[in-house]
């Protein structure tokens, strides 16, 4: 038995809490992973997760075990590419998750500058507005918009979004320009909330170091970034939106800034990652090369 390959396989099952999602992240048989753990299990002696027909959990000797074998595996990296200098000799899997519009905007723009520079590295680049768990999902690295919840990851700040609020030239043709927020009492929002059944509070108003919150009229909610967006071209609302995700609508006119001297709190932009002595060089690097691309997003 190799036993390297089964501390790796053992430590994708512990995080994804399953066989069947590790197998598949890893692009192998379900009962070869399984079949590997219970080997390195009979070698230790010991039983390393308690299986059931929902989900797989780490047991107390699992858990010491985990911790010891992450260690090591990113010790051995490490000491694996101590003399490799050649960018091409870097190899293996890079998990990621981001927001749409910056994936979409931002990364993928710049990224084949960088499969260039690094053709080992293999991405799987995930995009959404939902916020996955890092650990349990298997992911590297992770970039959020937002005030953050302490998670016990490591958090490096990359920067704040300055938002700005936009409505269409067809909404404002029909209802009229606002001119202070208490004119948003008759006007329309569009809500955005990742989880759908919770309104948000209304409009954003920040200054002297105080948020205030304005209320609004607005029918329409939604959890998606690009909804949002598409929902305040269509003439359902204003919104209030990064710069730099509505550039494009601004410039070519289908949104139009309102209200420039009453806007919302910036956005914090955070990469967020598992322990830094975890961290393998190809992560490192990308997180330095992802540091360096944010810079011509945020203040």
């Not at 990851?153 to 300055?162: D, H, N, T, V």
Request: include cysteine; aromatic fraction near 8%.
């Amino acid at each position: 038995m190799d036993k390297i390959y089964a501390m790796k396989l053992f430590i994708r099952v512990a995080e994804l809490e399953s066989f069947s999602r590790a197998a598949e992240s890893l692009r192998l048989p379900k009962g070869s992973v399984s079949r590997h753990i219970q080997a390195l299990e009979n070698q230790l002696r010991t039983q390393l997760l308690h299986r059931t027909t929902r989900r797989v959990q780490l047991t107390q000797d699992g858990m010491v075990y985990y911790e010891r074998a992450k260690d090591l595996l990113s010790n051995l990296e490490e000491l694996d590419g101590m003399f490799q200098h050649d960018p091409g000799s870097l190899s293996g899997i890079l998990r990621v998750d981001m927001p749409v519009a910056m994936a979409k905007n931002l990364v993928i723009p710049h990224l084949p500058a960088f499969v260039q520079q690094y053709p080992g590295i293999e991405i799987e680049l995930s995009s959404s507005d939902r916020l996955v768990d890092v650990i349990r999902e298997g992911f590297d690295c992770v970039v959020r918009v937002g005030t953050l919840k302490d998670s016990g990851l490591i958090a490096r700040p990359l920067g704040k979004l300055s938002l700005i609020n936009c409505a269409s030239p067809d909404y404002l043709a029909r209802f009229g320009y606002p001119e202070t927020p208490e004119d948003l009492a008759t006007h329309a929002l569009v809500y955005y909330a990742v989880n759908t059944g919770v309104r948000p509070q209304g409009f954003e108003i920040y200054s002297n170091n105080t948020t205030r919150w304005v209320t609004a009229g607005g029918i329409l909610t939604v959890n998606s970034t690009e909804t949002y967006h598409a929902a305040c071209v269509a003439g359902l609302g204003i919104i209030q939106a990064p710069r730099i995700g509505v550039k494009e609508a601004l410039r070519s006119k289908k949104l139009v800034e309102i209200l420039p001297q009453y806007r919302a709190q910036p956005m914090p932009v955070s990469l967020i990652y598992p322990h830094r002595r975890n961290l393998s060089r190809r992560v490192h690097l990308f997180m330095e090369w992802l540091t360096g691309v944010m810079k011509t997003w945020v203040e």
